[in-house]
């Protein structure tokens, strides 16, 4: 059974670090990839039991990121994480990076998660605690 909904997660403040800028003077789109792998760690980290589990681990299954406006240094920003969906196997969590303290809208977009057996790299069903935290 899928549930589809949207209710915010998490919201991860970072600063933008200097070596984050390419050529430009702005932003590289590789970096934005970090900063929402770094606020989906730290949002899976505060979930008791979530990576604890040695059967199972999570990984990118696929991610959409629709780029609104450059991010220049120096800036405060934030990531927030929205549930989107929760399958079975995997759930899809939206994404949007914004100005801490404008509010600004640079990126949003998702990605999905689906947890794997890592022996054999299939996966499985979503782990308990991910359930009780989300659901």
């Not at 949002?43 to 039991?49: A, D, E, I, S, T």
């Not at 696929?62 to 927030?80: G, K, T």
Request: one cysteine or more; charged letters at 25%.
């Amino acid at each position: 059974m899928n549930e589809t909904t949207e209710r915010q997660l998490c919201v991860t403040p970072m600063e933008v670090r200097w070596r984050d800028l390419d050529a430009f003077n702005h932003v590289n789109n590789a970096s934005y990839l970090t900063y929402l792998e770094e606020a989906r760690l730290n949002w899976l980290m505060q979930l008791p039991g979530v990576l604890d589990d040695s059967r199972s681990k999570p990984v990118m299954a696929a991610c959409q990121l629709d780029y609104r406006a450059p991010i220049r240094w120096p800036a405060d920003i934030e990531v927030q994480l929205f549930l989107e969906r929760l399958g079975e196997r995997s759930i899809t969590l939206g994404h949007k990076i914004m100005g801490r303290e404008d509010g600004h809208l640079y990126c949003d977009g998702k990605v999905t998660l689906v947890w794997i057996d890592p022996t054999t790299g299939r996966s499985t069903r979503l782990p308990d605690a991910l359930r009780r935290a989300v659901g």
